[in-house]
Nanobody
Framework: QVHLVESGGGLVQAGGSLRLSCAAA????????MGWFRQAPGKEREIVSH????????WYANSVKDRFTISRDNAKNMVYLQMNNLKPDETAVYFC?????????WGPGTQVTVSS
């Protein structure tokens, strides 16, 4: 089992940057693919990025490619999402999640608000 808690959200102006962190508790963290999702008001949750257990495999949604970077530190049980050049329509609650065959563990989320 993996317990996840996100941090690092906040208010930023358009074009600004934020770095989200996800702290994972559990002895098997490094066995999981880790992902970041977001959910804007009135919209469905969407996947933003994910990273394989060895950090050698990453994937990004087209909308965030070349602006967001996902990383993980298995020694510290941490996952990060560096977000640059943020846009107002990226205002959302951002969630960290863990998967083996499905996204089975979720954090409570952290609010990111991008002002225009």
């Amino acid at each position: 089992q993996v317990h996840l808690v996100e941090s690092g959200g906040g208010l930023v102006q358009a074009g600004g940057s934020l770095r989200l962190s996800c702290a994972a508790a559990g002895p098997t963290f490094r066995q999981y693919t880790m992902g970041w999702f977001r959910q804007a008001p009135g919209k469905e949750r969407e996947i933003v990025s994910h990273i394989g257990w060895s950090a050698g495999s990453t994937w990004y949604a087209n909308s965030v490619k070349d602006r967001f970077t996902i990383s993980r530190d298995n020694a510290k049980n941490m996952v990060y999402l560096q977000m640059n050049n943020l846009k107002p329509d990226e205002t959302a609650v951002y969630f960290c999640a863990a998967a083996k065959k499905a996204w089975e563990y979720w954090g409570p989320g952290t609010q990111v608000t991008v002002s225009s």
